[in-house]
């Protein structure tokens, strides 16, 4: 989908870290756009988007999913009869990808939380540069390195989510 106007499904995942003294969110510097982003990638044709973000974040970040937990809202529906349940999204947001605002993504985005390092390796051809970032890191950082809506969702996650949700084991 790379025609003006078009625009991809995506699957990302906010990632902390609130086993130190200031909770901090993991963001790597994508190779294409030279920006720091959450993990996440495309929804493929043969996949919902939540079997998109666990492919990602194990590709990307080397994390194990057995070191991860989930953020879900407290209220929430916890079963649904005749349909698989998904996992209650951070946010399900449209924005533009490309600088010149001719690509989209709506893009589904999870929280997730760690206590440690990931115990892997990205795969091969992703990216390295992986950062851990307090939001005073985030905030502090210039829109040519983080886009707004992903400081804007870092800011949501770390002050309003973190306490307020529930940490869910993944099944």
Same mark, same amino acid.
Do not use: C, W
């Given at each position: 989908h790379t025609e003006p106007g078009q625009h991809d499904h995506t699957a990302s995942a906010f990632i902390v870290r609130y086993d130190?003294?200031?909770? !901090?969110?993991?963001?790597?510097?994508? !190779? !294409?756009? %030279?920006?720091?982003?959450?993990? %996440?990638?495309?929804?493929?044709l043969?996949?919902?988007p939540w079997q998109a973000v666990l492919h990602e974040v194990r590709e990307e970040t080397g994390y194990d999913l057995a070191q991860l937990k989930l953020l879900q809202?407290?209220?929430?529906?916890?079963?649904? *009869? %005749?349909?698989?349940?998904?996992?209650?999204?951070?946010?399900?947001?449209t924005h533009h990808f490309d600088p010149q605002g001719t690509h989209k993504h709506s893009? #589904? /985005? &999870?929280?997730?939380?760690?206590d440690g390092l990931p115990t892997g390796m990205p795969d091969e051809g992703e990216s390295l540069d992986q950062r851990w970032m307090s939001l005073e890191? #985030?905030?502090?950082?210039? /829109? /040519?390195? #983080? &886009?707004?809506?992903? *400081?804007? #969702?870092?800011?949501?996650?770390?002050?309003?989510?973190l306490g307020a949700w529930e940490v869910v084991e993944l099944s």
């Open positions: 130190q003294e200031t909770p !901090k969110l993991l963001l790597h510097m994508h !190779k !294409k756009l %030279g920006i720091l982003l959450q993990p %996440g990638g495309h929804v493929e043969t996949e919902t809202p407290k209220v929430r529906i916890k079963t649904l *009869r %005749g349909a698989v349940l998904h996992p209650q999204p951070l946010v399900h947001n893009d #589904i /985005s &999870y929280a997730f939380v760690a890191d #985030i905030q502090a950082a210039p /829109s /040519s390195v #983080i &886009y707004d809506n992903v *400081r804007d #969702i870092a800011a949501f996650l770390l002050t309003d989510v």
